[in-house]
């Protein structure tokens, strides 16, 4: 597994942008694909945003298209989750996550996780 830590949370206003930073390490970064996903109280976690290894291919869920931008740094063993025109039900933990790119599929088989970051959207 690749360690993951998360920055970059806080509390904001509707309407305002956040980037959430994860660095990895303790594994071939290149080798995974990265995602981020949230957990708002009293729900379960929910995909939020993929990235293959290249960095070229990503995958968004629908309530953040058009939002939300997820990238990634392989010379800095990091992605990134760029989140733009923030609304309060944005608020929830907001966690990294690896998985190797062999595992077919992009919003499941993710067996590393950060530690989350929180994410509060005042209105």
């Known amino acids: 597994q690749v360690q993951l830590v998360e920055s970059g949370g806080g509390l904001v206003q509707a309407g305002a942008s956040l980037r959430l930073s994860c660095a990895a390490s303790?594994?071939?970064?290149?080798?995974?694909?990265m995602g981020w996903f949230r957990q708002a109280p009293g729900k379960e976690r929910e995909f939020v945003a993929a990235?293959?290894?290249?960095?070229?291919?990503?995958y968004y869920a629908d309530s953040v298209k058009g939002r939300f931008t997820i990238s990634r740094d392989n010379a800095k063993n990091s992605v990134y989750l760029q989140m733009n025109s923030l609304k309060p039900e944005d608020t929830a933990v907001y966690y990294c996550?690896?998985?190797?790119?062999?595992?077919?599929?992009?919003?499941?088989?993710?067996?590393?996780w950060g530690q989350g970051t929180q994410v509060t959207v005042s209105s």
């Open positions: 990235v293959r290894r290249s960095g070229l291919d990503t």
């Open positions: 303790g594994r071939t970064f290149t080798n995974y694909v």
């Open positions: 996550a690896a998985k190797l790119s062999t595992v077919p599929g992009t919003i499941r088989g993710y067996d590393s």
